[in-house]
């Protein structure tokens, strides 16, 4: 008897549950649900690399594209600036500086031109193009950089320096390496 009643709890709390769930992902009559080619999680930022999407519209199918492409490399551009402002930020906070304002707008320069040349190295991950009803092109497009990729490139870049400069921003490519990869973990773990 105490099995009979202890399945029924059972089989009540899991009707019960499975109900409720399936009321919260209902939507309202009025609004329907829209799937947008290439985004979601799949598509998002992680630790290892920096992810974008973007959509383009145009009469022109070329033109949707590079609309599209234009607005996902602006916004690739922004979340890596994040990353590495936030980088310099801890990185330097972390270090002993007399000329601090000056070691800051060394590394800034350095983070603008770093993300300017590496955005020539991203990867389309996703592209969809569809025609409207009104006779217009739409483009979705996902692209990604590979984090590792960008420090290296970061790397290189403070190599070049000459000795001086180098001494001057007291630069640490383990200690500056860490502090980029809790800042990728922080800015990955900030999605929804």
């Known amino acids: 008897m105490k099995k009979i009643i202890y399945l029924s709890v059972f089989l009540l709390s899991g009707t019960l549950l499975f109900s409720a769930c399936k009321k919260k992902a209902s939507l309202p009559p009025d609004e329907q649900e829209v799937i947008v080619p290439c985004s979601g999680p799949e598509y998002w930022t992680s630790k290892d690399v920096f992810r974008a999407n973007a959509i383009g519209e145009s009469y022109d199918q070329m033109t949707a594209k590079k609309k599209a492409l234009s607005n996902a490399r602006a916004e690739l551009a922004a979340s890596i600036s994040t990353v590495l402002k936030g980088v310099t930020d801890n990185y330097v906070n972390s270090r002993e500086f007399n000329n601090r304002e ?40 996902a692209i990604e950089l590979a984090s590792e990729k960008l420090l290296e490139a970061y790397n290189e870049r403070m190599q070049k320096l000459s000795r001086e400069e180098r001494m001057r921003i007291d630069y640490d490519y383990e200690k500056f390496k860490k502090t980029f990869e809790k800042e990728m973990e922080k800015f990955s773990e900030g999605r929804p």
């Open 102 to 141: 000056e070691v800051e707008e060394r590394y800034e320069s350095l983070n603008r031109e770093v993300v300017n040349q590496e955005l020539n190295g991203i990867r389309t991950i996703c592209e969809k193009q569809v025609k409207t009803k009104e006779g217009k092109y739409k483009t979705y497009i």
